[in-house]
């Protein structure tokens, strides 16, 4: 059995790290793993323009002072962003992605696209240029079951886009049913996904274990056992369309803990053990580093990581409550054991 784990130094392909207090509370926990990750841009108000990447960057880039980590900022997508902005987006060197959520699809969702074709125009130009476009990949209508709304998101909008634009490079983020891991894994080289820990570990059982559990609860939620299967397979298959994206989300807990809890769930406090785990219950700790380190960077177009980190087969506690801000959230397995830690 092995005990010790030594990976080239992991991306995260998708995170949130909110803004102000909050973000500076929480961003650490990345920073001391990860070289890198793609920023979200559902901040109030959004990151709509190149120049808000940039101001939001700085204000990273000063919460991380002295470490090596970057930061790789996405434009939010909405029904008015023109071509110019993504042509200077590209040109910026630091705006790596344009992130698409269907209006009130999730947190701060609300100026989201309310029509695909409506963002014609700058599909086109990330298209032409080779900006990546990332996808909430759900629908947002109220007469499809909220468990389906990937799989119906994927034939109704996934497919007719790739068919429009074929030659545009997408991400559908954090997959969470066999349809999506299917429809990636047959698709060109230019479509991927990110896998959550979250949605490797857990099925949607999670959410009403002995009473509902709303730090268990994000969006897209998580789903039957089956699609689990076929996301674990997906993970660990070696296909370099699947990467680490963890989706963290911090919440102040008693947004979590409220009557409308917050979609949501923070993992970055122990991400890359928590995928070490899944790897590990499936047998294939040896295809981790590639998930985890390799396939992302390779599919954005960006240089591996050149230094290294190491996990032991350690078991540790995961405190109750972590910092974030002038309040608390709380982690996931708090309170619970974790059987690897970073050294």
Not at 27 to 41: H, K, L, Q
Not at 92 to 110: C, E, I
Not at 167 to 189: C, D, M
Not at 298 to 305: E, I, K, V
Request: negative net charge; glycine residues 6%.
């Amino acid at each position: 059995m092995t005990d010790t784990l030594t990976l080239t130094r992991p991306d995260d392909w998708h995170i949130h790290f909110r803004d102000g207090a909050a973000m500076r509370s929480v961003i650490a926990d990345t920073a001391r793993v990860f070289g890198r990750a793609i920023v979200m841009p559902n901040l109030k108000p959004p990151v709509v323009s190149v120049a808000d990447a940039e101001a939001y960057r700085n204000r990273l880039g000063e919460a991380t002072a002295g470490s090596a980590f970057q930061p790789l900022m996405t434009l939010y997508l909405t029904d008015n962003t023109r071509a110019e902005e993504i042509l200077r987006a590209k040109a910026s060197g630091f705006v790596h992605a344009v992130k698409y959520y269907p209006a009130g699809a999730t947190t701060n969702s609300d100026s989201g696209v309310t029509d695909l074709a409506k963002a014609a125009e700058a599909i086109a130009a990330m298209e032409a240029c080779g900006l990546p476009l990332l996808l909430h990949g759900e629908v947002t209508h109220s007469e499809v079951d909220i468990f389906d709304r990937e799989a119906v998101f994927i034939e109704q909008h996934l497919a007719p886009l790739l068919r429009n634009y074929p030659r545009l490079n997408v991400v559908l983020e954090h997959i969470t049913t066999r349809q999506a891991a299917e429809f990636v894994a047959a698709a060109p080289a230019n479509v991927a996904a990110t896998i959550t820990a979250h949605h490797l570990l857990y099925n949607r059982n999670a959410l009403f274990q002995g009473g509902i559990r709303p730090h268990m609860y994000c969006l897209p939620v998580l789903k039957r056992e089956p699609h689990r299967l076929a996301l674990v397979e997906a993970a660990v298959s070696g296909n370099p369309k699947f990467f680490l994206g963890t989706d963290s989300a911090p919440h102040a807990t008693g947004s979590k803990e409220s009557s409308c809890g917050c979609a949501g769930i923070y993992t970055a406090h122990a991400a890359i053990e928590l995928y070490a785990e899944a790897f590990e219950d499936a047998g294939a700790l040896d295809r981790l580093e590639a998930f985890a380190s390799f396939h992302g960077a390779d599919f954005y177009g960006l240089p591996r990581n050149s230094d290294r980190i190491t996990l032991k087969r350690e078991t540790w506690t995961v405190p109750q409550q972590l910092p974030m801000g002038e309040d608390f959230l709380t982690p996931l397995r708090a309170g619970e054991s974790l059987r690897w830690k970073v050294v």
